[in-house]
C-alpha cells in the first residue's frame, strides 16, 4: 500500500465538491434533513384535517440517473428445443442466461468489496465508480478484477488517498503521469487535484495499466512498472536483473481472493 496521509488540499477538494469526509456528502445531508421536515409537516397537516382526501402527494427524492457501462448488446439466448421434442425431454423451468442480471451481480459483488473499504464516497457514486471499472476494463480488455485489485493495494479504495512521493487518488498516479494520459486521452486536466475524482483516476490509471501490459507483454511485469516506474524496469531487465516480485505478488494475492466471483466478462 503505497498511500499514507490526507493533504491539506485534498480536504479542500472534498469540502468543495461535496463528499470524501463522510459517508454522506453535505448537499445529501441538507436534502436528508429537508426530507425528514416536509414529512413532518404532512403528518402534521393530516393529523389536524387542513389535507383534503387524495390531495397528498407522497415525498420521495429522484435516484440519480447513472449512465451504461458498455454499448455492446450480448448475444441472444438460443432455444434449445426442436419442434417436435416432447414435453418431457423439455426441463420443467428452462433457465435462460440473463446478460443484465449478471452485469448487476458483478456490480454487486465489487460494491460489497468496496463496502468494507473507506471509499469516503455516498452509495450512488460508489455505483457510477463500479460501473466505470467495469467499462474501462472491458475497453483496454483488463479483467475488473485485477482493476479492483489494484485499487485495493494502492489506495484501499480511498480516493483522496496522496503517498509520502505524491501519488495521488484511487489508483495513486503520479500527477506527471496522470497530465500526460488525461492530455493523450482528451480529458479536461484542472491541475494535479484531477485525481481526486475517482472516476478519472480510474480512467487514467486503467489505462496507464494496458499501456504497460501491452509494452512488456506480461501482468506480472506490468504491474512491477505501475509501483516502480517504467523506466526503472527497463533498466534492470537491460543488466538482466530480476523484475520484483512483492508489489504483483500483493495484487494478485487481492485478485485470486475474489477470483472465482469475478471470472465472467460476458
Same mark, same amino acid.
Given at each position: 500500500?503505497?498511500?499514507?496521509t490526507?493533504?491539506?488540499?485534498?480536504?479542500?477538494?472534498a469540502?468543495?465538491?461535496?463528499?470524501?469526509?463522510?459517508?454522506?456528502?453535505?448537499a445529501?445531508?441538507i436534502?436528508?434533513v429537508r426530507l425528514?421536515?416536509?414529512?413532518?409537516?404532512?403528518?402534521?397537516?393530516?393529523?389536524?384535517g387542513?389535507?383534503?382526501e +387524495?390531495t397528498?402527494?407522497?415525498?420521495?427524492?429522484?435516484?440519480? !440517473?447513472?449512465?451504461?457501462?458498455s454499448?455492446?448488446?450480448p448475444a441472444?439466448?438460443v432455444?434449445?428445443?426442436?419442434? =417436435?421434442?416432447?414435453?418431457?425431454?423439455?426441463?420443467?423451468e428452462?433457465k435462460l442466461?440473463?446478460?443484465?442480471?449478471?452485469?448487476?451481480?458483478?456490480?454487486a459483488?465489487?460494491?460489497?468489496r468496496?463496502s468494507?473499504?473507506?471509499?469516503?464516497?455516498?452509495?450512488?457514486?460508489?455505483?457510477?465508480?463500479?460501473?466505470?471499472?467495469?467499462?474501462e476494463?472491458?475497453?483496454?480488455?483488463?479483467?475488473?478484477?485485477?482493476? !479492483?485489485?489494484?485499487?485495493?493495494?494502492e489506495?484501499?479504495?480511498?480516493? #483522496?488517498?496522496?503517498?509520502?512521493v505524491g501519488?495521488?487518488g484511487?489508483m495513486?498516479?503520479?500527477?506527471s503521469t496522470?497530465?500526460?494520459?488525461a492530455?493523450?486521452?482528451?480529458i479536461?486536466w484542472? +491541475?494535479?487535484?484531477?485525481?481526486?475524482?475517482?472516476i478519472? =483516476? !480510474?480512467?487514467l490509471?486503467?489505462?496507464?495499466?494496458?499501456? #504497460?501490459? /501491452?509494452?512488456?507483454?506480461?501482468?506480472?511485469?506490468?504491474?512491477?512498472?505501475? =509501483?516502480?516506474?517504467? +523506466?526503472r524496469?527497463?533498466?534492470?531487465?537491460?543488466?538482466?536483473?530480476?523484475?520484483?516480485?512483492?508489489?504483483?505478488t /500483493?495484487?494478485?494475492?487481492?485478485?485470486d481472493? =475474489?477470483?472465482?466471483? #469475478?471470472?465472467?466478462?460476458?
Amino acid at each position: 500500500m503505497r498511500w499514507s496521509t490526507i493533504s491539506t488540499r485534498s480536504l479542500v477538494w472534498a469540502s468543495l465538491h461535496g463528499r470524501g469526509l463522510c459517508e454522506m456528502s453535505i448537499a445529501a445531508y441538507i436534502d436528508r434533513v429537508r426530507l425528514l421536515f416536509l414529512v413532518a409537516c404532512a403528518v402534521a397537516a393530516s393529523t389536524l384535517g387542513d389535507f383534503e382526501e +387524495g390531495t397528498v402527494e407522497p415525498i420521495s427524492q429522484a435516484a440519480a !440517473v447513472l449512465p451504461s457501462v458498455s454499448s455492446r448488446t450480448p448475444a441472444d439466448v438460443v432455444a434449445i428445443a426442436s419442434s =417436435n421434442a416432447t414435453l418431457e425431454a423439455l426441463p420443467a423451468e428452462p433457465k435462460l442466461i440473463d446478460p443484465a442480471g449478471a452485469e448487476e451481480e458483478l456490480i454487486a459483488e465489487i460494491l460489497r468489496r468496496l463496502s468494507v473499504r473507506h471509499t469516503a464516497l455516498p452509495e450512488r457514486e460508489r455505483v457510477a465508480l463500479v460501473r466505470t471499472i467495469l467499462a474501462e476494463a472491458r475497453l483496454y480488455d483488463l479483467d475488473p478484477g485485477l482493476v !479492483v485489485a489494484v485499487i485495493e493495494v494502492e489506495s484501499a479504495g480511498y480516493h #483522496l488517498a496522496v503517498s509520502h512521493v505524491g501519488a495521488m487518488g484511487l489508483m495513486q498516479l503520479l500527477p506527471s503521469t496522470g497530465r500526460e494520459l488525461a492530455l493523450r486521452m482528451g480529458i479536461e486536466w484542472h +491541475g494535479d487535484d484531477t485525481l481526486f475524482d475517482p472516476i478519472i =483516476n !480510474v480512467r487514467l490509471g486503467t489505462a496507464y495499466l494496458s499501456q #504497460l501490459h /501491452k509494452r512488456y507483454g506480461s501482468v506480472h511485469t506490468a504491474l512491477a512498472a505501475y =509501483n516502480w516506474g517504467p +523506466g526503472r524496469i527497463d533498466r534492470r531487465i537491460r543488466r538482466g536483473a530480476d523484475v520484483p516480485t512483492g508489489y504483483p505478488t /500483493k495484487v494478485m494475492r487481492a485478485f485470486d481472493r =475474489n477470483a472465482v466471483v #469475478l471470472v465472467s466478462r460476458s
